[in-house]
Protein backbone atom coordinates (compact mmCIF):
# COMPACT_ATOMS: atom_id res chain seq x y z
CA UNK A 1 0.00 0.00 0.00
CA UNK A 2 2.86 2.70 0.92
CA UNK A 3 4.91 3.58 -1.78
CA UNK A 4 7.68 6.18 -1.76
CA UNK A 5 10.35 6.91 -4.21
CA UNK A 6 13.55 7.61 -3.86
CA UNK A 7 14.46 11.25 -2.65
CA UNK A 8 18.04 13.06 -2.54
CA UNK A 9 18.60 15.02 0.33
CA UNK A 10 20.64 18.48 -0.36
CA UNK A 11 24.51 18.84 0.09
CA UNK A 12 24.11 20.63 3.35
CA UNK A 13 21.45 18.12 4.78
CA UNK A 14 24.09 15.17 3.17
CA UNK A 15 26.98 16.58 4.97
CA UNK A 16 25.00 16.96 8.40
CA UNK A 17 24.50 13.00 8.20
CA UNK A 18 28.13 12.39 8.39
CA UNK A 19 28.92 14.76 10.75
CA UNK A 20 26.47 14.47 13.78
CA UNK A 21 27.86 13.12 16.47
CA UNK A 22 31.48 12.02 14.97
CA UNK A 23 32.60 15.25 16.34
CA UNK A 24 33.01 17.77 13.38
CA UNK A 25 34.26 16.83 9.85
CA UNK A 26 33.16 14.18 8.03
CA UNK A 27 34.85 11.16 8.81
CA UNK A 28 34.90 7.82 7.30
CA UNK A 29 32.83 5.19 9.22
CA UNK A 30 32.59 1.61 9.01
CA UNK A 31 29.28 0.01 7.96
CA UNK A 32 27.36 -2.12 11.00
CA UNK A 33 27.54 -5.80 10.06
CA UNK A 34 23.95 -5.85 11.11
CA UNK A 35 22.64 -2.90 8.81
CA UNK A 36 22.20 -3.28 5.29
CA UNK A 37 20.38 -1.24 2.08
CA UNK A 38 18.02 -3.99 1.32
CA UNK A 39 17.37 -4.09 5.23
CA UNK A 40 16.55 -0.59 6.12
CA UNK A 41 14.63 -0.15 2.59
CA UNK A 42 11.90 -2.36 4.84
CA UNK A 43 11.17 1.13 6.19
CA UNK A 44 9.56 3.17 3.52
CA UNK A 45 11.05 6.57 4.54
CA UNK A 46 14.35 5.43 5.08
CA UNK A 47 13.50 3.45 1.11
CA UNK A 48 12.93 7.11 0.51
CA UNK A 49 16.27 8.44 0.81
CA UNK A 50 19.10 7.70 -1.84
CA UNK A 51 21.28 5.08 -1.16
CA UNK A 52 23.86 7.11 -0.71
CA UNK A 53 22.63 9.03 2.10
CA UNK A 54 20.88 5.88 3.45
CA UNK A 55 24.36 4.76 3.31
CA UNK A 56 25.23 7.69 5.49
CA UNK A 57 23.07 6.97 8.28
CA UNK A 58 24.71 3.64 8.64
CA UNK A 59 27.21 4.50 11.66
CA UNK A 60 24.25 6.51 13.79
CA UNK A 61 21.23 3.39 12.85
CA UNK A 62 20.75 0.60 15.25
CA UNK A 63 18.90 -2.69 14.55
CA UNK A 64 16.70 -3.54 17.34
CA UNK A 65 14.31 -6.31 18.32
CA UNK A 66 10.74 -5.22 18.45
CA UNK A 67 9.15 -7.34 20.99
CA UNK A 68 5.29 -7.95 21.66
CA UNK A 69 4.07 -5.82 24.44
CA UNK A 70 7.07 -3.41 24.67
CA UNK A 71 6.63 -0.26 25.91
CA UNK A 72 8.89 1.89 23.32
CA UNK A 73 7.77 5.50 25.56
CA UNK A 74 5.18 5.77 27.61
CA UNK A 75 2.92 9.00 28.44
CA UNK A 76 5.21 11.99 29.80
CA UNK A 77 8.40 10.27 29.17
CA UNK A 78 11.80 11.65 27.44
CA UNK A 79 12.18 10.80 23.79
CA UNK A 80 15.61 9.16 23.12
CA UNK A 81 15.55 6.98 20.14
CA UNK A 82 13.10 7.65 16.65
CA UNK A 83 12.04 3.77 15.32
CA UNK A 84 11.80 3.26 11.97
CA UNK A 85 9.49 0.02 11.97
CA UNK A 86 10.38 -2.97 9.11
CA UNK A 87 8.11 -5.61 9.90
CA UNK A 88 6.74 -4.92 13.54
CA UNK A 89 3.29 -2.70 14.19
CA UNK A 90 2.84 -0.55 16.43
CA UNK A 91 0.42 0.97 18.51
CA UNK A 92 -0.36 4.17 19.84
CA UNK A 93 -2.41 4.17 22.97
CA UNK A 94 -4.10 7.07 25.31
CA UNK A 95 -4.15 5.68 28.65
CA UNK A 96 -6.77 7.62 30.98
CA UNK A 97 -6.55 7.97 34.82
CA UNK A 98 -8.53 4.51 35.64
CA UNK A 99 -6.80 2.70 33.59
CA UNK A 100 -9.05 2.56 30.43
CA UNK A 101 -7.18 2.32 27.04
CA UNK A 102 -7.69 3.38 23.59
CA UNK A 103 -5.67 3.19 20.58
CA UNK A 104 -5.48 6.14 18.80
CA UNK A 105 -3.00 5.44 16.04
CA UNK A 106 -0.67 2.68 14.43
CA UNK A 107 2.46 2.69 12.99
CA UNK A 108 4.46 0.09 11.22
CA UNK A 109 6.73 0.05 8.09
CA UNK A 110 5.20 3.37 6.55
CA UNK A 111 6.71 5.56 9.43
CA UNK A 112 8.70 6.33 12.30
CA UNK A 113 7.95 6.54 16.11
CA UNK A 114 9.58 8.94 18.66
CA UNK A 115 9.95 12.22 16.29
CA UNK A 116 10.84 14.47 18.39
CA UNK A 117 11.59 17.83 16.98
CA UNK A 118 13.19 19.78 20.40
CA UNK A 119 14.78 18.22 23.17
CA UNK A 120 12.67 19.31 25.94
CA UNK A 121 9.44 17.53 23.84
CA UNK A 122 7.71 14.89 25.71
CA UNK A 123 5.52 11.72 24.58
CA UNK A 124 1.87 13.03 24.48
CA UNK A 125 0.92 9.24 24.09
CA UNK A 126 2.81 5.46 24.90
CA UNK A 127 3.72 3.60 22.09
CA UNK A 128 3.18 -0.30 22.67
CA UNK A 129 4.70 -2.81 20.44
CA UNK A 130 1.65 -5.31 18.95
CA UNK A 131 3.31 -7.14 16.44
CA UNK A 132 6.67 -8.34 17.07
CA UNK A 133 9.29 -7.86 14.33
CA UNK A 134 12.24 -5.06 14.05
CA UNK A 135 13.43 -1.61 13.76
CA UNK A 136 15.77 0.94 12.75
CA UNK A 137 16.36 3.07 15.71
CA UNK A 138 18.51 6.34 15.88
CA UNK A 139 19.57 8.69 18.36
CA UNK A 140 16.72 11.67 18.64
CA UNK A 141 19.34 14.24 18.89
CA UNK A 142 20.64 13.03 15.48
CA UNK A 143 17.88 12.44 13.67
CA UNK A 144 16.90 16.53 15.09
CA UNK A 145 20.61 17.63 13.77
CA UNK A 146 19.42 16.07 10.42
CA UNK A 147 16.11 17.56 10.20
CA UNK A 148 17.75 21.15 11.42
CA UNK A 149 19.86 20.90 8.42
CA UNK A 150 16.73 21.27 6.00
CA UNK A 151 16.71 19.51 2.65
CA UNK A 152 14.65 16.07 1.45
CA UNK A 153 14.57 14.16 4.67
CA UNK A 154 13.41 17.08 6.59
CA UNK A 155 10.56 17.68 4.09
CA UNK A 156 9.51 14.08 3.86
CA UNK A 157 9.32 14.13 8.06
CA UNK A 158 7.27 16.98 7.42
CA UNK A 159 4.83 15.23 5.04
CA UNK A 160 4.70 12.16 7.34
CA UNK A 161 3.74 14.44 10.22
CA UNK A 162 1.07 15.91 8.18
CA UNK A 163 -0.10 12.06 7.44
CA UNK A 164 -0.97 11.09 11.09
CA UNK A 165 -2.54 14.07 11.67
CA UNK A 166 -4.72 12.84 9.14
CA UNK A 167 -4.99 9.05 10.76
CA UNK A 168 -5.21 10.86 13.99
CA UNK A 169 -8.23 13.12 13.49
CA UNK A 170 -9.84 10.68 11.21
CA UNK A 171 -9.92 8.03 14.81
CA UNK A 172 -11.44 10.59 16.80
CA UNK A 173 -14.41 11.14 14.19
CA UNK A 174 -15.04 6.94 14.04
CA UNK A 175 -14.77 6.98 17.13
CA UNK A 176 -17.96 9.20 17.82
CA UNK A 177 -19.41 8.30 14.74
CA UNK A 178 -18.67 5.37 13.18
CA UNK A 179 -20.49 2.00 14.31
CA UNK A 180 -18.41 -1.05 16.18
CA UNK A 181 -18.55 -3.10 12.93
CA UNK A 182 -17.43 -0.39 11.02
CA UNK A 183 -14.64 0.30 13.43
CA UNK A 184 -13.40 -3.41 13.57
CA UNK A 185 -13.34 -3.20 9.99
CA UNK A 186 -10.96 -0.26 10.31
CA UNK A 187 -8.49 -1.72 12.39
CA UNK A 188 -8.27 -4.63 10.93
CA UNK A 189 -7.33 -3.20 7.47
CA UNK A 190 -4.40 -0.95 8.92
CA UNK A 191 -2.75 -4.06 10.04
CA UNK A 192 -2.87 -5.86 7.09
CA UNK A 193 -1.45 -2.37 5.40
CA UNK A 194 1.56 -2.77 7.67
CA UNK A 195 1.86 -6.80 7.88
CA UNK A 196 3.61 -8.84 5.48
CA UNK A 197 0.84 -11.71 5.00
CA UNK A 198 -2.99 -11.85 5.27
CA UNK A 199 -3.29 -13.03 8.74
CA UNK A 200 -3.28 -10.69 11.81
CA UNK A 201 -1.75 -12.19 15.04
CA UNK A 202 -4.60 -10.73 17.25
CA UNK A 203 -6.91 -11.81 20.38
CA UNK A 204 -10.15 -10.93 20.84
CA UNK A 205 -9.09 -9.24 24.29
CA UNK A 206 -6.46 -7.03 22.27
CA UNK A 207 -8.69 -5.68 19.86
CA UNK A 208 -11.54 -5.14 22.41
CA UNK A 209 -8.59 -3.03 24.42
CA UNK A 210 -7.76 -1.41 21.79
CA UNK A 211 -11.26 0.02 20.13
CA UNK A 212 -12.03 0.66 23.58
CA UNK A 213 -15.49 -2.03 24.27
CA UNK A 214 -16.11 -4.89 25.55
CA UNK A 215 -14.95 -8.70 24.56
CA UNK A 216 -18.19 -9.31 23.90
CA UNK A 217 -18.89 -6.47 21.61
CA UNK A 218 -15.66 -8.14 19.46
CA UNK A 219 -17.01 -11.78 19.65
CA UNK A 220 -20.30 -10.43 18.22
CA UNK A 221 -19.17 -8.19 15.56
CA UNK A 222 -16.69 -10.92 14.21
CA UNK A 223 -18.80 -13.10 14.08
CA UNK A 224 -20.80 -11.53 11.95
CA UNK A 225 -17.44 -10.23 9.46
CA UNK A 226 -17.30 -14.21 9.37
CA UNK A 227 -20.41 -15.31 8.11
CA UNK A 228 -20.33 -12.61 5.59
CA UNK A 229 -17.23 -14.28 4.40
CA UNK A 230 -14.82 -11.18 4.94
CA UNK A 231 -12.45 -12.58 7.48
CA UNK A 232 -12.33 -16.03 9.18
CA UNK A 233 -11.32 -16.20 13.02
CA UNK A 234 -8.80 -18.54 14.80
CA UNK A 235 -7.82 -18.26 18.60
CA UNK A 236 -5.41 -15.53 18.20
CA UNK A 237 -5.41 -14.92 14.46
CA UNK A 238 -7.53 -13.53 11.56
CA UNK A 239 -7.15 -14.35 8.44
CA UNK A 240 -8.80 -11.32 5.82
CA UNK A 241 -10.69 -13.68 3.05
CA UNK A 242 -12.30 -10.25 0.99
CA UNK A 243 -10.51 -7.43 1.54
CA UNK A 244 -12.29 -5.96 -0.56
CA UNK A 245 -15.80 -6.29 0.92
CA UNK A 246 -13.75 -5.78 4.50
CA UNK A 247 -13.14 -1.96 2.95
CA UNK A 248 -16.30 -1.37 1.80
CA UNK A 249 -17.96 -2.33 5.06
CA UNK A 250 -15.81 -0.04 6.77
CA UNK A 251 -16.54 2.58 4.63
CA UNK A 252 -15.05 6.04 5.00
CA UNK A 253 -13.98 5.22 8.57
CA UNK A 254 -10.78 3.44 6.81
CA UNK A 255 -10.70 5.56 3.37
CA UNK A 256 -10.72 8.90 5.16
CA UNK A 257 -7.48 7.59 7.07
CA UNK A 258 -5.50 6.81 4.04
CA UNK A 259 -5.91 10.01 2.39
CA UNK A 260 -3.20 11.87 4.36
CA UNK A 261 -0.62 8.89 3.07
CA UNK A 262 -1.35 9.16 -0.16
CA UNK A 263 -1.15 12.55 -0.18
CA UNK A 264 2.44 12.08 1.21
CA UNK A 265 3.12 9.24 -1.26
CA UNK A 266 2.00 11.35 -4.21
CA UNK A 267 4.38 14.88 -3.38
CA UNK A 268 7.14 12.10 -2.70
CA UNK A 269 6.69 11.08 -6.23
CA UNK A 270 6.15 14.42 -7.77
CA UNK A 271 9.48 16.03 -5.93
CA UNK A 272 11.53 13.16 -6.70
Not at 21 to 34: D, N
Not at 75 to 87: H, I, L, V
Not at 119 to 129: F, H, K, L, Q
Not at 185 to 193: F, G, I, K, Y
Request: hydrophobic share 45%; glycine share 8%; with cysteine.
Amino acid sequence: MYRTQNIDLNSNASNAIRTIALGGAAKPAAVKPMISVAGAQQNELLRALSRTDLEALFPHLELVPMVAGKHLYDFGSKFDYAYFPTNAIVSLLYVMEDGATTEIGVVGREGVLGLAMYDAERATCSAVVQTAGYAYRLKSSVLRELVAAGGAMAQLLMRYTFAMFAQLAQNVVGGRHCTIEQKLCRWLLDRLDRSLTDEIKVTQDTMATMLGVRRETITMTARKLQADGLIQYRRGTVAILDRAGLEECAGTCYRAGKIGFEQMQASAWNNA
